[in-house]
């Protein structure tokens, strides 16, 4: 059977996996505000009309989270189940300006996802060794590209 979003309930670990590659994959590193008024900030004057920028990186990644440059979907789990949602995690931004399409994102990859996973056994092409978790920089970040080898499951019929 293909995966439903009722089956979401049913697999925390993969709910977690998920997360974690939205933590940790970090593709909007930058966000910035527009102040609309002076803001008196630590004994700082941030005045009127002034760009600020949020470097979303530390929050992601930052020390917050313990091991935060290790790859680790754990950190969502509570023994079984998946974890309360943290406040840290904000792959879409918060706010006003939060992505609008969020829900919709989040049901697709847990669908993609599953169903990649369900019909596809994921190998590298270099004998079992992964490159370094390195990303191309800018306003949104990208992996260097790699080369990965899908070879198909068998499925029961």
């Known amino acids: 059977d293909c995966p439903t979003i009722e089956h979401k ?13 939205l933590r940790y994959a970090d593709i909007a590193p930058l966000d910035y505000r527009c102040t609309t008024e002076d803001v008196m900030m630590d004994d700082i004057i941030i005045p009127k009309d002034t760009i600020v920028f949020n470097i979303v990186t530390e929050v992601m990644k930052g020390s917050y ?8 979907p754990s950190r969502f ?6 974890s309360p949602p943290d406040e ?3 792959p879409y931004l918060m706010g006003k300006r939060s992505c609008p399409g969020q829900s919709l994102a989040n049901m697709q990859l847990f669908l993609y996802f ?6 596809f056994h994921l190998q590298t092409e270099v004998g079992g060794v992964l490159q370094e978790d390195t990303f191309v ?8 590209p790699f080369k990965i080898r899908f070879s198909p499951r068998k499925v029961k019929q």
């Open 9 to 21: 309930k049913r697999m925390p670990y993969t709910q977690a996996t998920i997360l974690e590659i």
């Open 65 to 72: 989270w313990k091991d935060g440059d290790t790859f680790n």
């Open 77 to 82: 789990i509570d023994g079984s189940m998946l």
């Open 88 to 90: 840290r995690l904000i």
């Open 114 to 119: 599953t169903r990649i996973l369900q019909l």
């Open 137 to 144: 920089p800018g306003i949104t970040s990208s992996p260097r």
